[in-house]
């Protein structure tokens, strides 16, 4: 029908005005990663800057979490400003109110439990690809995360583009990842290991002004799907289809190519400059955050990876 056009096409076509977006799919389970280099090292050295910039599971293995399914959201919903414990005694607004650039695949049906899946059988498991927005809310995240992990500074909103783009349409966009060191055990190795070249940027809306914030590709991963999938699976437990694997937040090695505002503004202590002339630390009530995406298609076309945005609305009084 899209080739033949006429007539048919036309009918089956609905206005984009007329169409409300939802949710693509229904998740099962949400795993976080944490697989940039760049991003794992600047996160090391802005909140644990006496420590190595790196744990030390983190070149061995693609380290994440088990994150929230029941607040995952479609692009366009908004999202309340979360209250928490900042300190010992203290529970109040977030004042460090965050966003996380990632890109999250969506499974096919998994192994039978018991069964590990080697990396290449892994990256036939991964059905498509959407933009995520992993909100952070950095001050209650810093009070509460250790030693177990990301908790309520994170389980309040994580926004999802409303399109999955399946793996088939981003043949294109396959390049080889980067060089792993130490190079990793057998059944996180590929016979043909992929990153895809995916170009990536978030916009910030404070009233009438837009200000581009950061520009990144997703090619710098360390870690790439495959792997973070067959590692999910080496200790025997499976996955369903429909469950979000996402990358963890996205820098490049470059200025302007980080993937969150604890990088770009160093924890806050170098704000950025927004179009008009106000600047911005953290995101304010009313900021707006949008991601944007597009991959190299087969002819050499683009294709869009849709937006994934979302709006601040003040905390619950
Ligand atoms: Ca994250």
Do not use: C
């Amino acid at each position: 029908l899209a080739t033949d056009g006429g007539d048919e096409l036309e009918s089956a076509l609905v206005p984009m005005a007329d169409v409300e977006l939802l949710l693509p799919v229904r998740v099962g389970d949400y795993i976080d990663f944490y697989s940039s280099l760049a991003h794992a090292e600047n996160a090391g050295r802005i909140l644990r800057p006496d420590a190595p910039e790196l744990p030390p599971a983190w070149r061995h293995l693609p380290i994440g979490y088990h994150g929230k399914t029941g607040t995952i959201t479609v692009s366009g919903t908004s999202v309340r400003r979360p209250r928490g414990f900042t300190g010992p005694g203290t529970f109040e607004e977030s004042a460090k109110l965050d966003f996380e650039l990632e890109v999250g695949f969506v499974t096919g049906p998994g192994p039978d439990p018991g069964r590990p899946l080697t990396a290449d059988e892994a990256s036939r498991s991964i059905f498509g690809v959407v933009l995520v927005n992993d909100w952070s809310a950095r001050d209650l995240q810093a009070f509460e995360a250790r030693p177990l992990g990301p908790f309520l500074g994170k389980s309040f909103a994580t926004s999802v583009s409303p399109w999955v783009v399946p793996m088939s349409a981003l043949d294109g966009a396959r390049v080889p990842p980067p060089e792993q060191d130490p190079p990793p055990l057998s059944h996180l190795r590929a016979a043909e290991p992929w990153g895809l070249d995916l170009e990536l940027e978030v916009a910030v809306v404070r009233g009438d002004s837009i200000t581009r914030v950061s520009a990144t590709n997703f090619s710098h991963q360390y870690w790439t799907m495959p792997q973070q999938l067959a590692h999910a699976t080496s200790n025997g437990a499976t996955f369903r289809a429909g469950d979000l694997f996402a990358s963890g937040t996205v820098s490049g090695p470059g200025a302007g190519e980080q993937g969150s505002l604890l990088e770009l503004t160093w924890g806050g202590t170098k704000p950025l400059s927004l179009t008009g002339g106000a600047t911005l630390a953290y995101l304010e009530d009313g900021d707006e955050v949008v991601m944007r995406g597009t991959a190299r298609g087969r002819d050499g076309n683009r294709i869009g990876l849709g937006e994934v945005r979302g709006a601040i609305v003040p905390a619950s009084t």
